[in-house]
Structures are given as C-alpha cells and as structure tokens.
C-alpha cells in the first residue's frame, strides 16, 4: 500500500516539478515563493525515490546494487537541485538546467525501475 501510494507520487510529483521547472525556465513566473515550492517537492520526490529502492530491496529477488543507485542517485538530485542556482551563472547555466533536467529524469526512471522489481517479487513470493 504505501509502496502503491509512493509510485503513483513519484509520478504526480515528477509532473508538478517539471511544470514548474519549465516555467523557470522559460521565465513564465518571477520564481520566488513557487521556487521554494518546487525544492520542496523535489525533495519529496526523492524521499520516493528512496523509498521504492529501500522497497524493492526488501523483496524477493530485489537488488542491492538498485538500493544503492537509489540512494546515490537521490542524493545527487538533492544536492544538485541545493546548489544549482550558485553554480555557473551566465551563458553556460542552460549546462546546469540541462543536468538538472536529466538528474531528475534518471530518477524517474530509477524509481519506476524499483517499483517495477518491488511488484516482481511481491508477486514471485505469493506464487511460491
Ligand atoms: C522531480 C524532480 C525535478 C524536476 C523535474 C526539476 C525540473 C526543473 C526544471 C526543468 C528547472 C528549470 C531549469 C533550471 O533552472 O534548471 C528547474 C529549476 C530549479 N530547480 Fe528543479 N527539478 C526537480 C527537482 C529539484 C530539487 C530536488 C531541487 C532542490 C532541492 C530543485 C531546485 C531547483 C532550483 C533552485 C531551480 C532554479 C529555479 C530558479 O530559476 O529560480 N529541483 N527544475
């Protein structure tokens, strides 16, 4: 169940962010407060993320080396997200903005990845 719950947020999550993001990007709101929003979503997003890794690992069959990539890809996202507006002003920031898109887009894919392994087990375990 929290599993469940905790896919289907990494998704909605993923989507408010992104919208958000592009928004940013293409200058559509003065950022501010919704800034502030977006961390804090993207912050949530990573507690998914971990959480489906942690899941999966605690299945049968599930991987350690995914509990792993989770943590650190996670870890990364959060960090980068902390400290990107300080990194690289100017003309190369659209560098930094394209990291960070693809960070979170390695973390989409991580997280379904996890969840994908987490459903494998739960349901090789009741079969057995
Ligand atoms: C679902 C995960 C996320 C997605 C899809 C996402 C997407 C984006 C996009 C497309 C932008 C605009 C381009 C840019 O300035 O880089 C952006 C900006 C930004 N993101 Fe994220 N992001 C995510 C997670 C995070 C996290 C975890 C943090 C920090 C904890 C963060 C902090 C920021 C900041 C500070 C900006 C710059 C906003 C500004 O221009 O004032 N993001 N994000």
Known sequence: MVVRVAGM???????????????FWFNV???????????FVGILFVACIWLLGLAQGMTKGGSLGLVIGTFV???????FGLVQAS???GAAHW???????????AGIGIGEASAARYKRGVAAASAA
Do not use: E, K, P, S
């Open 9 to 23: 947020a990494l998704r909605i999550l993923f989507v408010i962010n992104l919208v958000l993001g592009l928004l």
């Open 29 to 39: 709101t003065d950022n501010g407060g919704l800034t502030l929003l977006h961390m």
């Open 73 to 79: 890809v996670g870890l990364i996202i959060a960090v």
């Open 87 to 89: 990194l690289v002003g």
């Open 95 to 105: 560098v930094i903005q394209v990291i960070h898109l693809l960070l979170a887009l």
